[in-house]
C-alpha cells in the first residue's frame, strides 16, 4: 500500500529562529492531533535541516528534506551542498526539479537524473516535481510535457531505486498564485503519471507510488484533492508555513 503523505515545502522562507519555533508547534500538532500512518515531511532551507533533526528524534511521525541537492559528492563547487551532507544532519527527502528550480536556475531534466542520483546513493529520497507551465496546458501539451519530465528526468532509475521516489504534480500555474487544479484536472493528470510508471516499470511499482498534489493546496480544498483515487497527498508551499493550517491539511485525510 501507498503512503499517504503531506509534504511542507518552506522556500527561502523563515529565518533560524522562526523556522524552529514553526517546527516544534508542528510536532507537537502532529502528535497530539494527527492520527493514522500518514508520512510527514517538511523540507526547509538547508540552514535548519541540523536544528529540525533535534525535534525529530524523539518523534517518529514527521520527517525532514531539503530542497535541492547538488549532482556532484564533492569538491570545489562554492556555495553548493551536497546529497551526503544534507543526509549527514538527519535529512531523508530532498525536493528535486520544483518549477522555481527548473525556471530560476536552468535547471534542466538531464541534469535533475544526476541529482537523483546522487540524492539515491546518499540514501535520500527524492520528492521529484512535474508540471506544466499555463501556455504548455493552454496548448494541450500538458501530458507530453509531463512524459518528458518523467522520462528524462527520473525514469532512468532502476525499479528498486524508483521505489523510493515521490512524484509531486505542481502545476506552475497554480503554484502560489491561489489559483488550485479541479480535483478534476489534478486527478487525470495524477493518474495518467501512473500509467506511465506502469508502463515503464510495472503496476506493482505504480501501485506503490506516492503522487502527490502541489499548487495552492490549503486546509479548504485538501479534502476533496486528497479524496481523488490517484492523489496520495500534497506538497504544500505558503500553507506550510503555518503550523495550524499546516496541521489541517495533515487532517483533510480522516475527513
Ligand atoms: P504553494 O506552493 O502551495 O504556495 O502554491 C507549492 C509548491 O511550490 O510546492
Not at 542520483?117 to 508540471?131: K, M, S, Y
Not at 501539451?141 to 528524462?152: S, T
Not at 504534480?169 to 495518467?192: D, L, N, R
Request: aromatic share 8%; net charge negative; proline share 2%.
Amino acid at each position: 500500500m501507498r503512503k499517504k503523505v503531506v509534504a511542507g515545502n518552506w522556500k527561502m522562507n523563515m529565518d533560524y529562529t522562526s523556522g524552529i519555533t514553526l517546527f516544534s508547534e508542528i510536532i507537537n500538532m502532529v502528535n497530539d492531533e494527527v492520527r493514522g500512518d500518514q508520512e510527514v515531511i517538511v523540507c526547509s532551507p538547508f540552514i535548519h535541516l541540523h536544528g529540525l533533526s533535534q525535534y525529530t528524534k524523539d518523534t517518529g511521525k514527521v520527517s525532514i528534506g531539503a530542497q535541492n541537492c547538488h549532482q556532484e559528492a564533492s569538491g570545489a563547487y562554492t556555495g553548493e551542498i551536497s546529497a551526503g551532507m544534507i543526509k549527514s544532519v538527519g535529512a531523508s527527502y530532498v525536493i528535486l526539479g520544483h518549477s522555481e528550480r527548473r525556471q530560476y536556475f536552468g535547471e534542466t531534466n538531464e541534469l535533475l537524473a544526476k541529482k537523483a542520483d546522487a540524492a539515491i546513493t546518499n540514501g535520500l529520497n527524492p520528492i521529484f516535481c512535474v508540471g506544466e507551465t499555463l501556455e504548455e496546458r493552454n496548448s494541450e501539451k500538458h501530458f507530453e510535457v509531463i512524459k518528458q519530465q518523467l522520462n528524462e528526468g527520473i525514469f532512468h532509475l532502476p525499479a528498486n531505486d524508483f521505489s523510493k521516489v515521490i512524484i509531486a504534480y505542481e502545476p506552475v500555474w497554480a503554484i502560489g498564485t491561489g489559483v488550485t487544479a479541479s480535483k478534476e484536472q489534478a486527478q487525470e493528470i495524477h493518474a495518467f503519471i501512473r500509467t506511465q510508471i506502469a508502463e515503464k516499470y510495472d503496476t506493482s511499482v505504480a501501485e506503490n507510488t506516492s503522487i502527490l498534489y502541489g499548487g495552492s493546496c490549503n486546509p479548504k480544498n485538501a479534502s476533496e484533492l486528497f479524496a481523488q483515487k490517484d492523489i496520495d497527498g500534497g506538497l504544500i508551499g505558503g500553507a506550510s508555513l503555518k503550523s495550524r493550517d499546516f496541521t489541517d491539511i495533515i487532517k483533510a485525510f480522516n475527513n
